[in-house]
């Protein structure tokens, strides 16, 4: 009977180890993006007791082989948390992570920032993507993984006004001047009020359905005459393009489409205060002074102003330049972007969380922290942002939550207390039996 004794001990200790599988799958029932773990058996060598008359041997199994955990990487229910910094994995991937120089993979999103503005998990390990290059205002995806640091995006400094465009339509036969206010900043990131103003030329220039001289004023109180030093009376006329007296010349043809000079691009007009009229002046908080290229076509080469015969209007004005504003929020939008909200109301995209998937996850070797690292079965990771090659989708503002399931976990833990229960019965048989064979030599 001695090998009752041991095929019931495999029993015993296989079905102890699955109870600690569902044990550590029940503690961790709320781990953010913990997934499960599931209990495997096999069972162990035989040993030949004879044969039958067909010459197939006759097998007894020794027990069950020790327990082999596999890890189920279901996806886990998404919820909203509203965490500025949280962010969830709909699909495959993981987000990828620096431990203290160790490459680490996980699915728990709960980031924050330190100290140094670097995006870290709940241990401190820092979260890698790309970065904005803040000369060129572009985060690029091409570039190999780093850590997300957010330093010195704190504060937008201010940008002067280089580039207007102005859309909108000036109404043929009309004798009357138009204007339109143009909001611009200088290089201090003061704004002012440009005036522009489209005077019509009766009758038109020769070979045109309609003529507008073109002026732009500054208010008096924005600058200070060169020559005095003091504010000017009146407000300055700016120069724009090559027109004498500060004002420009545009022309339209009878199906009221702007005349383009040499009829290609481009057509660019200069806002130069330095050559204002009736003297140069200056803006009177010692900004730099005003130099605006205004482009009268689109990117299609297009005009952008027409003259029918509706009313006289703007439908469209863009300028590049703004004031200094300081950042309020940083929070991880859908598709991984890591935007900054600004005191003036701009979004900037400061970052892009990067992501990693494996062709065999199960692979992965878990080391705490709800972080796995790579194994040479697991596969060479594929990276890059969210919804590319495979990879899941990130939603911000959100986390997921374990894949545990309670009820299929208590089943379980039943099945394996059931299975100790009669692995010990077998124990208890066996020496029941052992003892009777003991007891006949009485």
Do not use: C
């Not at 680490?104 to 999103?109: I, L």
């Not at 241990?123 to 205002?137: A, E, F, H, I, K």
């Not at 863009?318 to 701009?346: H, M, P, W």
């Amino acid at each position: 009977m001695p090998s009752a004794f041991f095929t019931g001990l495999t029993g015993l200790r296989a079905h102890a180890k699955a109870v600690e599988v569902v044990a550590n799958n029940l503690a961790n029932l709320n781990s953010i993006s913990f997934k499960k773990s599931r209990s495997n058996f096999s069972d162990l060598f035989y040993q030949e007791v004879g044969q039958v008359r067909s010459g197939i041997s006759s097998q007894v199994g020794i027990g069950t082989a020790p327990v082999t955990v596999s890890r189920i990487f279901e996806q886990g229910s998404i919820q909203s948390t509203g965490g500025l910094l949280d962010a969830a994995i709909q699909g495959d991937g993981f987000f990828v992570v620096d431990g203290g120089g160790l490459v680490q993979y996980t699915r728990a999103g709960t980031f924050s920032l330190n100290a140094d503005q670097e995006m870290v998990t709940l241990s401190g390990q820092n979260l890698q993507g790309w970065v904005r290059d803040r000369s060129t205002g572009i985060v690029d995806t091409g570039l190999p993984l780093a850590n997300i640091t957010l330093q010195g995006f704190e504060r937008i400094e201010p940008t002067a006004t280089s580039n207007l465009s102005v859309n909108g339509n000036l109404q043929v036969g009309s004798t009357r001047p138009f204007s339109r206010p143009v909001q611009v900043f200088d290089s201090l990131g003061e704004a002012h009020l440009l005036t522009l103003t489209f005077t019509p030329v009766i009758p038109p220039r020769a070979g045109n359905s309609s003529s507008y001289d073109v002026t732009v004023t500054i208010p008096a109180l924005d600058v200070l005459d060169v020559g005095t030093g003091l504010t000017p009376i009146v407000d300055p006329n700016l120069v724009v393009g090559t027109g004498l007296g500060g004002a420009f010349e545009i022309d339209f043809d009878a199906s009221g489409s702007l005349v383009i000079p040499g009829g290609a691009a481009p057509y660019i007009a200069s806002i130069d205060m330095t050559l204002a009229s009736p003297g140069p002046v200056q803006f009177a908080n010692g900004a730099t002074d005003l130099l605006v290229a205004w482009d009268f076509l689109d990117q299609l080469e297009q005009p952008r102003i027409t003259s029918v015969a509706a009313a006289s209007a703007v439908t469209d004005i863009f300028q590049d330049g703004s004031a200094s504003a300081e950042l309020t929020k940083i929070a991880v939008a859908n598709g991984g972007r890591i935007n900054g909200l600004y005191s003036d109301g701009r979004t900037v995209n400061l970052a892009i969380i990067g992501l990693s998937r494996f062709t065999n996850p199960q692979a992965l070797a878990a080391v705490g922290d709800n972080n796995y690292v790579t194994t040479e079965a697991a596969g060479i990771p594929v990276t890059g942002e969210a919804g590319v090659a495979g990879l899941g989708e990130v939603v911000g503002l959100s986390l997921e939550f374990s894949n545990v399931d309670i009820a299929e976990e208590f089943t379980n833990l039943l099945t394996y207390q059931r299975g100790f229960q009669a692995n010990s019965r077998v124990i208890t048989t066996a020496d029941e039996m052992n003892q009777e064979a003991l007891n006949l030599k009485r």
